[in-house]
């Protein structure tokens, strides 16, 4: 499945989500990572974001789309990330 | 068709950038919006968008799903904004 990642967290915590989220997904543009991810690996990248975020302060949410069959991708200005292979 | 937009731009257009983006979508958390849109207005938004920001230093990614019969929306933590009825 493919899976867009997005967070909105307090500056302290950014780094250590962004380096969660890097092990499973790929660094698209500030705050938004996206690919191709296991149910299994994205249970376990959600529970690692758990024991880090903030419940009350802090939001991640996940887009997730069994198949991009029906989706598409379109970009105005620039590429700043990579791009997690969306057909 | 469900769109998700995110945006990463110089500081002094994020503003403007939010302004135009809300005209069309529902305001989600920092730098993302979402919500349910014709081809028209999707087009309209882009190309007000393109006339804002530099196309060399900001980037705009519009997720565009035909349907969201095959995808889910997964929240940890807290929903800063608005939900644009994702199914």
Do not use: H, P
Not at 11 to 28: A, C, D, H, Q, S
Not at 40 to 49: D, G, Q, W
Not at 51 to 69: A, G, H, L, N, Q
């Amino acid at each position: 499945m493919y899976v867009i990642m997005v967070y909105d967290v307090e500056e302290k915590r950014v780094n250590k989500v962004l380096k969660i989220g890097r092990k499973y997904l790929t660094w698209v543009q500030n705050s938004v990572l996206e690919g191709e991810i296991t149910e299994a690996r994205l249970e376990r990248l959600k529970s690692e974001l758990k024991r880090c975020i903030s419940e009350e302060k802090d939001s991640v949410i996940f887009y997730i789309m069994r198949t991009t069959k029906y989706s598409e991708r379109q970009i105005l200005g620039v590429e700043k990330g990579g791009k997690g292979n969306f057909l």
